[in-house]
């Protein structure tokens, strides 16, 4: 059975203070919501509704090459945003951050467009990662070394829909 890790009302209070922390810290400039797909759809929908200051959204989604369940490095997009990044604040919107490998691939890849600064939210991190992205500004909650759904977050694409996050085990 799956146990609440994160239950709704911390949630909502936690996204809350992340849409005050980024409101704080782009005083200026087009700010562009990245949202990385599917895990960061729910977070993302809350999260720009605590942002108070001018936002545009689009969504970015990547793939790594191959089917197999760790990170090999390498990253697609499969879809790529409309949006010109060039001179923009871009603040790209992560569901968990585990090994970092897809994002490290996706800061260099979106850093060539000459975006005016680049920064990553993630709900969750895991602090796995041998070396966090530089990027990383802005995170919700340090996740449990557990394997995580609801909220956006899949099991094989299922209990994306929980409102809140539970240990699958
Ligand atoms: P990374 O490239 O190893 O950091 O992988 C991060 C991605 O793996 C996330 O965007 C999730 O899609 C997935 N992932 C990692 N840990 C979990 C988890 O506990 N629950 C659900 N998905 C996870
Ligand atoms: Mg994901």
């Known amino acids: 059975m799956k146990a609440v890790v994160f239950d709704e009302r911390t949630i ?32 993302l929908a809350d999260l720009v ?8 959204v689009d969504f ?16 697609r997009l499969l879809y790529d945003p409309a949006t010109d990044l060039d001179g923009k604040h871009v603040l790209l919107v992560e569901d968990i951050i585990d090994t970092g490998k897809t994002l490290q691939r996706l ?3 979106l850093g ?6 680049l920064a990553i939210c993630a709900l969750l991190d895991k602090r796995l990662a041998p070396e966090p992205p530089a990027e990383l500004r802005f995170v919700g909650f340090d996740a449990p070394p557990a394997f995580l759904v609801g909220y956006g977050l899949d099991h ?7 409102p809140f996050i539970g240990d699958l085990e």
Not at 13 to 34: F, H, N
């Open 49 to 56: 509704r605590q942002i108070e200051r001018p936002v545009q």
């Open 112 to 117: 060539a467009r000459r975006p005016r600064s």
């Open 12 to 43: 909502a209070r936690r996204v809350a203070e992340l849409g005050a922390e980024i409101t704080a810290a782009y005083p200026t400039g087009d700010l562009l919501v990245l949202g990385l797909l599917k895990g960061s759809f729910i977070f």
């Open 60 to 75: 970015i989604v990547a793939s790594s090459y191959g089917a197999g369940t760790t990170s090999s490095g390498n990253v």
């Open 107 to 109: 800061m260099s890849l």
């Open 156 to 162: 094989a694409e299922n209990y994306r829909h929980l």
